[in-house]
Every structure is written in C-alpha cells, then in structure tokens.
C-alpha cells in the first residue's frame, strides 16, 4: 500500500515540476522576456525638512498653475477624506484666489513626521500678499500636504477658502 502512494505522489509531483519548469524557461527573442523589462525600485523619501519643503513647493506650484488634481494627489489621506478628487477639482477651479505666485518663507520640523510650511500668496491680478500656514506630513514613506483646517472646512461645504 505504501507504494501505492509514492507512485500516486510521483504521478502528481513530477508533472507539476515539469510544467512549472517549462514555464521559466528562457523563450529566446519573446517580446515578453522580464531581462528586458526595467527594474524599478521603490524608496521612501527622506525624513527631513527640506524633502517636506520640496512637496509643499510642489502643491503650491500645482495651485499657482491651475493644476487642481496634481495638488490634490499630493494631500494627506486624512485631506482627501475630507472631500473627494472630483468633487475637489470641480470646486477650486470657480476659485480664482487660488492662482498666482506663493513663496515659502519659512520651515519648521517640530518632528520626524511633521513640517510646518509658512508661505506667502499673491493672487493673480493682485500686488496684496497674503499669508498662510500648512503642514506636510509623512505618510508611507513620502512626504503629504494638509491643506489647514479653514480650508478644509471651506471645501466640506462646497465653499472657495
């Protein structure tokens, strides 16, 4: 009876090695070959202030420029969860405060995960600057703009901030 199931064990075993086998074989010249595909390796960004500033620059071009859902890739779970992308992009884009230069005039790094970012805004059309604060948070390895909570509230209720 034992050999019963060794024989049974080796009818199953050695076709499945075979087919597996044949399936890594190397198929010479297939457009499908993984040897040329390219290798990417993902990396988290580093922890520091200036990586915070880079992101916060970036969302800030994003807003000076119109780009409404390049800004809003870059916010925070928690941001997004405030409202939708859609719902976001339809909004800001009757916003026309938005637009115009912003310069960040300060950083501060309180901790690991958390950066400050002070800006200035001028509108476009305008020589008034105002100013505003904003933080960028490390979540899952990259660094993510919060936009701050008046604007947040603003855009809950379907208002520009």
């Not at 086998?21 to 990396?43: F, H, I, L, W």
């Not at 939708?84 to 009757?94: E, H, M, P, Q, R």
């Not at 400050?116 to 933080?135: D, E, F």
């Amino acid at each position: 009876m034992t050999r019963t199931y060794r024989g049974l064990a080796l009818a199953i075993a050695v076709p499945l090695v075979l087919v597996a086998a044949a399936g890594c074989s190397d198929k010479g010249g297939d457009d499908n070959s993984a040897s040329d595909r390219p290798t990417v390796e993902v990396t988290a960004q580093p922890q520091d202030a200036q990586s915070a500033q880079v992101t916060a620059e970036q969302v800030l071009d994003n807003l000076s420029g119109g780009d409404w859902a390049g800004a809003y890739d870059l916010w925070t779970d928690s941001a997004k969860s405030a409202i939708g992308k859609d719902a976001y992009i339809d909004l800001v884009s009757t916003c026309t405060g938005l637009q115009g230069d912003y310069q960040v005039t300060a950083v501060a790094q309180p901790d690991a995960t958390t950066t400050t970012i002070k800006w200035t805004h001028t509108p476009a059309g305008t020589t008034t600057s105002q100013t505003g604060q904003s933080t960028v948070k490390y979540e899952n390895g990259a660094w993510r703009f919060e936009p701050d909570q008046a604007a947040l509230a603003a855009y809950k209720q379907n208002k520009c901030p």
